[in-house]
């Protein structure tokens, strides 16, 4: 047997955060990784000549993050590529133009005003409004949960005439957010086409607000991708983790966490080692962790575990192509991503497609072109791409699979005529595969759960107090399964390990104990509603 003061259960980039933030106070810690590489959903592999992201690839939440930007992890090989030409949203196959969101606002601008006269200065408004808040805000979403010592400067950022205003426009869906601030399809577009990174229906209240972050951070830092491949990123924090002392443990499943006293007491590995820690951190989805690392779990959290909702199926085509993508729209060629198949109108049709259970015959699809933004990842003249798109909740099957598959082969004809003359090498990833090679990926969804307010804070991943501590003293939730969820931004494995040294202290526990007290009142209740 052995001892640490805390172990870390899976090795994403939340558990490495959290490693490293224990190790940075002293804590000697175990990471132990079920994968041969540690990174979780942030790696990369080379098909052919072709550097493959195998999960996810831009990460402008990493390059906002304050959790990820104060680790310096540029002294440990981490670079970042970007492209001036940020995101294109083609709409219709007949466009030569479409929409373009360029790293310069004024030439973002310039563009929208031209499309629709007014739109450019409605969007450098959002611009300033979102300089004005970003600080705060990520800072209320990433750095606590609640967000109590961050919500007052969040707040007067705002300011107090403001905040009935910014609550609403919180809440608005994205689809009547775009109508309110533009007059044009391209500026619509453009918002409404970043909302889609996460599962929210456009007409859904927080589509709009996470719309905005995301097109604001487009503009601001832009949609940067570590440099080589995404696993680059990782093999940043393992570097980080093992010079802040972390022992890593990769191909080291863990099959049980124990509990002796009524707390964690450390976990078993599939080997048969037992390893001893006062402090457990579970980087894993909350499934596996309610239904399969633990044994007791309280009666009501069992019950609204029942409830939780997985984000959508994901299907990924990943591309070799030995030419440029033959994009009928200009905004298309050489752009960092691309959303492609319909307007912001036809984006509503394609949502309740998915929210009936038919598989879309018109595809919305997300399109990364890797090489455009990183000439690293091919031979020049190539281009490393991948499409995205989603299948309804529970279809996961084979056909299914095949036939949304079909579905965008034959949009991406339409916007991109010949595309399938240029492919040299190919890799399909589907919800089986997905699930069956990142076990957090549960039915081939990426974002550790539905991001639709239902399931978000106090209600993530299950009815409760929100945040990383469990039912269990001792052990923290730290994955994208908690607040603020999906996203490669490090909060959730801070949160964990900033509770874990919280609970170390004399206030600590005391202050742990009585929201244990009330956690367990809830946890042991069964749900009524």
């Not at 949203?89 to 499309?115: E, F, K, Q």
């Not at 998915?354 to 690293?376: N, Y």
């Not at 490669?488 to 919280?502: E, Q, S, T």
Request: hydrophobic share 40%; with cysteine.
């Amino acid at each position: 047997m052995n001892a640490y003061d805390a172990v870390v259960v899976g090795g994403g980039h939340h558990g490495l955060v959290a490693a490293i933030e224990l190790a940075d106070h002293g804590r000697q810690v175990l990471l132990c990784e079920s994968r041969p590489e540690v990174g979780g959903a942030v790696a990369d592999r080379t098909i052919g000549d072709f550097v493959v992201d195998e999960f996810s690839a831009f990460h402008p939440l990493a390059a906002a993050s304050p959790v990820i930007q104060g680790l310096g992890l540029d002294k440990h090989g981490l670079q970042w590529a970007r492209s001036e030409r940020v995101v294109a949203h083609l709409g219709r196959p007949d466009d030569t133009s479409g929409a373009l969101l360029h790293a310069d606002p004024a030439h973002t601008a310039a563009r929208l005003d031209a499309d629709a006269p007014g739109d450019g200065a409605a969007w450098l408004e959002l611009v300033d409004s979102f300089a004005s808040l970003k600080d705060p805000l990520l800072d209320a979403l990433l750095l606590s949960w609640p967000p109590v010592r961050h919500a007052p400067k969040l707040a007067k950022a705002v300011g107090a005439t403001n905040l009935l205003d910014f609550v609403r426009f919180a809440l608005l869906p994205v689809e009547q957010l775009s109508v309110e601030r533009f007059r044009g399809r391209a500026a619509r577009d453009l918002l409404s086409g970043n909302a889609m990174h996460a599962d929210i229906p456009p007409e859904a209240p927080g589509s709009g607000v996470y719309g905005w972050i995301m097109t604001m951070l487009a503009q601001d830092v832009g949609f940067p991708t570590p440099v080589g491949g995404a696993g680059a990123l990782a093999r940043s924090l393992r570097s980080r983790a093992e010079a802040a002392g972390v022992e890593i443990r990769t191909g080291t499943p863990v099959v049980r966490i124990r509990a002796e006293h009524a707390r964690a007491s450390g976990v078993d590995l599939a080997s048969g080692e037992f390893i001893k820690a006062p402090v457990v951190i579970a980087d894993t989805s909350a499934p596996m962790l309610y239904g399969t690392l633990l044994e007791d779990v309280p009666a009501g959290l069992r019950a609204r575990m029942e409830r939780f909702t997985w984000d959508l199926p994901t299907i990924k085509i990943n591309l070799g192509l030995s030419g440029a993508m033959p994009w009928t729209a200009e905004a298309g060629r050489s752009t960092s991503v691309v959303h492609v198949g319909g307007s912001h109108r036809d984006l509503v049709r394609w949502s309740a497609d998915l929210g009936s259970g038919r598989i879309p015959e018109h595809p919305f699809a997300l399109v990364g072109q890797m090489t455009s933004t990183d000439p690293l990842r091919s031979p020049a003249g190539t281009e490393s791409m991948w499409v995205y798109s989603h299948l309804p909740r529970g279809v996961t099957d084979d056909d299914g699979t095949e036939h949304l598959i079909r579905n965008c082969e034959r949009m991406l004809e339409e916007f991109a005529p010949g595309w399938r003359d240029l492919v040299v090498e190919r890799w399909d990833q589907t919800p089986r595969s997905l699930q069956d090679s990142n076990a957090n990926l549960g039915e081939g969804a990426v974002g550790g759960g539905t991001m639709q307010l239902f399931q978000q804070a106090f209600w993530r991943p299950a009815t409760g107090l929100g945040g990383p501590r469990t039912f269990l003293p001792g052990l923290y939730l730290g994955s994208a399964a908690i607040h603020p969820g999906g996203g490669v931004h490090g909060g959730a494995g801070h949160m964990a390990a900033r509770a874990a040294l919280a609970d170390s202290g004399l206030a600590g526990k005391v202050r742990d104990a009585l929201e244990r007290r009330v956690r367990r009142s809830i946890d042991t209740s069964l749900p009524r509603f």
